[in-house]
């Protein structure tokens, strides 16, 4: 069974810094990773997607990078801002499945 | 493009009655309905999968019974808590794909249930 885990569950960083956010998941055999976006008493805001067969996504300050082979993805944030400030989730999703499986999630707060 | 909208946002109810909630895909046509539940400062646990005619399918541990799911339309999933009681009270959100298998996700923003 699929398990993601994400570490730190909570950061906090001052504005401006460069920041890196982990996900692991124990089966390498997935389709995708999806990393997304939580403010509290919300739904999700999807943030970048990569497919199996690449090693990176880039969308604005964002970055992802996957090593799907030791399990691995993080998220990097570029000049922080207090805007920045959710949870972050990553979620997988399994070859001949269709449902995501999330981590348990990264609480981060930017410090003006 | 790709919304998807749940109403209602926020609801409170009595303990043994039964609460509707709606998922629809505003601009596209959903072959398939997730929906989740997330206790506080935990993460999304899926709980059923429903395909658009069809009967959903459950997670362990999710009585069918008491979270009744209906996928009538390309575009309206239902999720109807039976005989609330304050346990239930979380977070529920559902997600939309296209007509694809493993086609992405599309998130509604969630509705909170509080059962008193």
């Known amino acids: 069974k699929q398990e993601v885990t994400q570490i730190p569950a909570a950061l906090s960083v001052p504005e401006g810094e460069n920041l890196v956010l982990n996900c692991s998941f124990t089966?390498?055999?997935?389709?995708?990773l999806q990393w997304f976006r939580q403010d509290p008493g919300k739904g999700l805001t999807s943030l970048l997607l990569?497919?199996?067969?690449?090693r990176e996504q880039t969308s604005g300050r964002l970055n992802a990078s996957l090593d799907k082979s030791s399990g691995r993805s993080t998220l990097y944030i570029a000049a922080s801002q207090p805007g920045d400030s959710a949870t972050y989730l990553c979620?997988?999703?399994?070859?001949?499945?269709?449902?995501?499986?999330f981590g348990t999630g990264t609480r981060l707060t930017i410090i003006p | 493009g790709a919304v998807v909208s749940q109403h209602p946002s926020r609801v409170i109810c009595k303990s043994g009655t039964s609460v509707k909630i709606e998922c629809r895909s505003l601009?596209?046509?959903?072959?398939?309905m997730f929906w989740y539940r997330q206790f506080p400062k935990q993460s999304l646990m899926l709980m059923a999968t429903?395909?658009?005619?069809?009967?959903?399918?459950?997670e362990q541990g999710v009585e069918k019974d008491k979270f009744l799911i209906n996928h009538a339309s390309l575009t309206l999933s239902t999720l109807t808590v039976t005989s609330a009681h304050p346990e239930d009270s979380s977070f529920y959100i559902c997600?939309?794909?296209?007509?694809?298998?493993?086609?992405?996700?599309?998130f509604g923003p969630g509705t909170r249930l509080l059962v008193l």
């Open positions: 429903s395909n658009e005619g069809s009967k959903a399918t459950y």
């Open positions: 997600s939309a794909s296209q007509l694809y298998f493993q086609e992405t996700q599309y």
């Open positions: 601009d596209f046509q959903a072959t398939t």
């Open positions: 979620a997988v999703i399994d070859f001949g499945n269709e449902k995501l499986t």
């Open positions: 990569i497919q199996s067969s690449q």
């Open positions: 089966d390498s055999a997935i389709y995708n």
